[in-house]
């Protein structure tokens, strides 16, 4: 029987919860996925380009692709649904936690970061801004982003291949033609608790990743982790991180 996204309970997430079993320490698979994304970004832009705006769409209580995306951006979305991670995001605004510095750390292994932002926390205070919203709304509208990051959304929302799909779709529409992108997904994913609840999950691998993006973007390159470091839970067989461009058509 699928589980769509609306059928879920999103105020049910627990933000510490998460926080505490996937982003107190910095995991091996994190490191990996953060070098993919950092090189990424800055092979795109180089040494001196710049945008004016990005987008995590999806961003629960994770505020490392939003580190990813600091040194390029005037003004970064954090979207989110679940109104305890709005305000697990709104409280890391003025000064985000020490836990974070060793995610930041591995983005600093490109020059290009330390060099572009002298003060991390006060960056991302001038430039985070949380917004409690649907990623399915993001193709209603006419805002769009010049650069953007999907981590562990798409597949992590849904047991319906369909909705799958139209998610990954909104997530590109919502980019400029030839906005550099990220995105990260769970392989083999079978669901996930956190706290108290579960939440559904859609079975992908990276060709299925592969076929979904290549739809929407040109230069997509896909990065299968496998089991960096062990897993963090059951039920998943390693992450895929994609990376391209969104395309022009």
């Excluded at 994304?37 to 987008?55: C, E, K, L, M, P």
Aim: proline share 6%.
């Amino acid at each position: 029987m699928k589980k769509l996204n609306g059928d879920v309970a999103w105020e049910d997430f627990d933000p510490q919860a998460y926080i505490e079993h996937n982003y107190r320490v910095l995991h091996p698979d994190d490191e990996a996925i953060i070098t993919v994304v950092r090189d990424h970004f800055s092979g795109h832009f180089g040494g001196s380009g710049s945008v004016a705006s990005g987008i995590d769409a999806g961003a629960g209580p994770n505020i490392y692709p939003a580190l990813s995306m600091l040194p390029w951006c005037d003004k970064i979305t954090l979207l989110e649904r679940s109104p305890a991670n709005v305000q697990y995001l709104n409280s890391q605004i003025e000064s985000y936690g020490p836990q974070w510095d060793q995610f930041w750390d591995v983005l600093c292994r490109d020059e290009a970061y330390p060099r572009r932002v002298e003060d991390p926390r006060a960056r991302f205070a001038q430039t985070v801004q949380p917004r409690q919203g649907n990623l399915f709304d993001l193709a209603k509208g006419d805002e769009r982003w010049a650069m953007g990051t999907m981590f562990f959304v798409a597949e992590s929302m849904t047991t319906s291949p369909e909705e799958f799909r139209r998610a990954v779709g909104c997530f590109m529409t919502a980019l400029e033609p030839g906005a550099p992108f990220a995105a990260a997904f769970m392989e083999h994913s079978r669901g996930y608790r956190v706290g108290e609840s579960d939440f559904p999950a859609l079975d992908i691998d990276e060709q299925v990743v592969r076929a979904t993006l290549d739809i929407h973007a040109s230069n997509v390159q896909t990065h299968r982790l496998g089991k960096p470091g062990g897993l963090l839970r059951e039920g998943y067989t390693g992450m895929i991180v994609a990376t391209g461009h969104r395309s022009d058509r």
